[in-house]
C-alpha cells in the first residue's frame, strides 16, 4: 500500500515537472472580470483577447522553445536578446509579454493617479496629462496595420513615446526606440473590433478611462526610484504631521471629535520629536525652539480636552498648534533645502 502511493506520487510529480519543462509560460490571471473594464472595452472582446489570443501566444512560444535551454531565460531577458531567435519567438514572446503589461496597465477604478514623480516626468516630458495622450494617440492611430503605441522609459531615462508593429516592443534588441516600456495600448484589431469595428480612435479616447495609473506608476518606479522628500532622514516629524492633520483638519469644519480621542497621541508624538534627532541641515534655534513650543501647545491641548474646556479654546488652541508646526515646516524650507 505504502509502495503504491510513493509510486502514485512520484508518477505524479515526473508528470508535473515534465509539464513544466514543456510549457515554461503560462497564462497569467487577470485581475478583473471580463465585464469589468465596460464600457470602455466590452466583455466579450476582453473574454476572446484574454482567453484565446493571448493563451495562443503562450501556447506557441512555448512549442517554438520546446527543447531550446533558452525557456530557462525570463521573458525579459529572452525579449532583450530577441535577435538571436526565430521570428516565431519573436512574435509570441512579444505576444505574451505585451497581453501580460496591458490587463495589468487596465483596472476598472476610476480613480487611480500617476506617482508626483511620474506626473513629473510626464510635464517634463510632454507637458502634461492631455498632451501625452495625444502624442500616444497619434502613434497609435498612425501605426499602420496591427502593433502598439508605447510610453516607456529610454536609455537615457527619459520617458518616450513609440508605437511598433506586430508584437515587438522596446525591450527588443531589434526596435529602434529602446527601453522599458510602462504603458502599453494593443492596437490590433482583436483589441477593439468586435465593439468599435474601424473606429479605432473611438477605442483610443475611452481606453484613457481605464488606465492603471498605480501600475504604470509601479512599473515607472521599477527603473526610476522615488525622489526622497524633504523629511524622510526625520521620521518623527512625519509621525507629528501624521497626527496632526488627522485631528486639525476635520477640526476645521467643526468635528473635535478626533482631536478629543487623541490629544495623548499628540503630546506623545511632539515629546518624541522633542527628543529625535533633527538632521543637520535642519538643526537650528528657530527649529529647536519651535519644536519646544510644539510640545507645550500639545500639552495646551490635552489639559483643554481632559478639563473638558470648551469647543471654541479646543479650536484656537489646535489651530495655534497647527501654526507652531508650518513655522518648522518653513524654517526648514527656508535655507536653501
Ligand atoms: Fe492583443
Known sequence: MRFRLFFLLMTLMTAVMSLNAQAPYSL???????????PSIDSATMNIHYSRHHAAYINNLNQALQGNESAQLSLIDLLKNISKYPASVRNNGGGHYNHSLFW?????SRNTQ????????????????DSLRAQMNKAAM???GS????LYINTSGKLAISSTPNQDNPLMDVV???????????????AYYLKYQNKRGDYLAAIWTVINWDEVSRRYHEVIPKKKGKFDEWPEIKTFHKSLAETFHPSESGDLKPVKNRSTELVQNATA?????????????????AIKLLVADSKAIDKL????????????ALTKLHDTFHTIVEECSHDGH
Open 28 to 38: 497569467p490571471a487577470l485581475p478583473y472580470e471580463f465585464k469589468a473594464l465596460e
Open 104 to 108: 495589468s496597465i487596465l483596472t476598472p
Open 114 to 129: 500617476p506617482s508626483k514623480d511620474l506626473m513629473e516626468a510626464i510635464q517634463l516630458g510632454f507637458g502634461g496629462m
Open 142 to 144: 498612425s501605426r499602420f
Open 147 to 150: 502593433g502598439w503605441a508605447w
Open 176 to 190: 529602434s526606440d529602446q527601453g522599458t516600456p510602462i504603458l502599453g495600448i494593443d492596437v490590433w484589431e482583436h
Open 273 to 289: 520629536l522633542s527628543k529625535s534627532k533633527i538632521p543637520a541641515q535642519f538643526d537650528t534655534k528657530a527649529i529647536r525652539d
Open 305 to 316: 480636552v481632559k478639563s473638558k474646556a470648551s469647543d471654541k479654546k479646543l479650536t484656537s
